[in-house]
């Protein structure tokens, strides 16, 4: 089965509340983050402009792993919700049933923040042709095409 990499939704923060950059402290206080964290991107983003701390988004990319083999790696995308298109080549065949490692990480300069990791099984094809996984470590969503 062909799946291509088509979008992703993260989280505007670290789960410790601090900025994907490291820019800055962290805006939320520790006791109110499972409450922020449960809005809506949109109202994520409203929150931190009233505080006058909008963070940069991530740089994000996915990876895929079968054991220790990297067999797919898109471009980073500075967004919290960034998109794929197919000429990009985040495309990977894979057979129903194969282990497979989604790894989603913030590529800074000098280090990578991961921002989500969940071990799946490639299922049958979907009756509609989307894979979505999450929420998984800071990632929303990650949505899969499958043809």
């Known amino acids: ?11 505007t923060l670290h789960d410790d509340g601090r900025h994907w950059d490291n820019l800055g402290s962290a805006p939320i206080p520790k ?14 983003l409203e929150r931190l402009a009233a505080l006058g701390d909008v963070p940069n988004p991530p740089d994000v ?3 895929f792993w079968i054991g220790d083999k990297l067999i797919l790696e898109t471009h980073a995308h500075e967004s919290f919700d960034p998109e794929w298109s197919e000429e990009e080549e985040a495309i990977v ?11 989603v990480e913030d590529l800074d300069l000098a280090f ?16 509609d042709g989307r894979w979505i996984l999450g929420p998984f470590g ?3 969503s990650l949505v899969l095409r499958c043809d």
């Open 1 to 11: 089965m062909r799946i291509r990499v088509e979008s992703a939704e993260v989280h």
């Open 31 to 44: 006791e109110e983050l499972a409450a922020f964290f449960a809005l809506s991107l949109s109202k994520q």
């Open 61 to 63: 990319s996915v990876r």
């Open 93 to 103: 065949d894979l057979p129903p049933g194969t282990q497979l490692r989604v790894d």
């Open 112 to 127: 990578h923040d991961q921002i989500g990791e969940i071990t799946v099984t490639v299922p049958e094809q979907p009756a």
């Open 138 to 140: 800071q990632v929303r």
